[in-house]
């Protein structure tokens, strides 16, 4: 049996499929420590924030989308390789009644019902199936066994035509909502370079400095081997740029980050922030662990790992790296233990 090819990727880098931007709101908490009279203007402060927070509108959508194209690609390549099988067991039954049909042709003619084999469409044998009593009943049996795996064959197809059709939809839907996140992001770039030197310099400060340092992270234990594991990878990607759609280990945005620390504790973690809230037990806040997942905004749009004494780690957003920041520094939506 031939093997099929993998359908062509979508475009784009798929590294950075199921992606979730996470641009914070946060920003405005970052600018919030800045010192008096060195904060960029309120109004440009807002707007940045404000196109940040479309952006992770937008990462949402194209992260669902992209999830659902990757489920797509595999469920039609499997049901492509179901269809192979199913042809190559058709032919085989076809051709070993084909055998039979000659032996009778060649004794004297070829049964009518035996014909019935030939034809491409299996509601023929049912609208003829009292014909089947004119042979004996393994032959009958083999028939009928025919008839089967032609209809099955016919509604795997249609199947498979399908989900090729939302297949290609839901790629249509990825490369959208990826073009309206580069755009968003690429007028709070401009933005911010319209600024003036102090007030940029003063938002890079916000962004960069300081957030590297560990802070006093209490005597916090985390909650299993596999937490501790996935704690001790987050706290080595530190200083690590922030990069849109990547899971690591040069960068990474906030899910990919999540996904990655646990990933070196051999921990599979789903891609999105949204799947992660769910991916284990929910526990208070206030009994937060090292190695929980915290998500942010009703949403859960964001993602950062708890580190102890009310301290996360996370990937905030472009042009600030991984770095610590306090767990309030928004508001929690929920606190997964994984």
Not at 15 to 24: I, K, S, Y
Not at 166 to 172: P, V
Request: net charge neutral.
């Amino acid at each position: 049996m031939g093997s099929h090819r993998r359908l062509a990727p979508s475009g784009f880098d798929r590294g950075a499929r199921g992606a979730t931007v996470c641009v914070l709101t946060a920003a405005a908490a970052a600018l919030g420590v800045l010192p008096a009279g060195a904060a960029p203007r309120d109004d440009t402060r807002a707007e940045v924030d404000r196109l940040y927070a479309q952006a992770e509108q937008a990462t949402e959508a194209f992260n669902k989308a992209d999830e659902r194209a990757d489920t797509l690609h595999d469920q039609v390549d499997t049901a492509q390789d179901g269809i192979a099988r199913q042809q190559e067991r058709i032919n085989t039954m076809r051709d070993a009644l084909g055998s039979l049909a000659g032996a009778q042709y060649r004794s004297g003619g070829l049964d009518p019902s035996l014909a019935l084999m030939f034809s491409d469409d299996p509601d023929e044998y049912l609208d003829k199936a009292a014909a089947l009593d004119r042979i004996g009943s393994r032959q009958a049996g083999e028939l009928k066994e025919l008839q089967g795996a032609m209809r099955t064959l016919s509604q795997d197809r249609e199947e498979a035509t399908r989900k090729l059709a939302e297949l290609e939809k839901s790629r249509k839907a990825v490369a959208r909502h990826k073009r309206t996140v580069e755009q968003k992001l690429a007028k709070a770039r401009q933005l911010l370079n319209s600024m003036p030197d102090a007030d940029r310099a003063a938002y890079d400060r916000a962004s960069r400095s300081g957030r590297g340092e560990i802070p006093d992270l209490g005597g916090a234990v985390p909650s299993s081997g596999r937490a501790a594991a996935a704690v001790a990878a987050a706290r080595s990607a530190v200083g690590r740029p922030y990069v849109w759609g990547a899971s690591g280990p040069s960068g990474f945005d906030c899910s990919g980050l999540m996904q990655w620390s646990y990933g070196q504790a051999g921990v599979g973690l789903p891609r999105t922030s949204q799947a992660q809230a769910h991916a284990g037990q929910q526990v208070p806040l206030s009994q937060a662990r090292p190695g929980d997942l915290v998500t942010y905004r009703s949403d859960a749009s964001h993602v950062a790992m708890y580190m102890g004494n009310g301290q996360v780690v996370h990937a905030p957003y472009p042009g600030a790296p991984v770095r610590y920041d306090p767990v309030g520094m928004m508001p929690v939506s929920a606190v997964t233990r994984p």
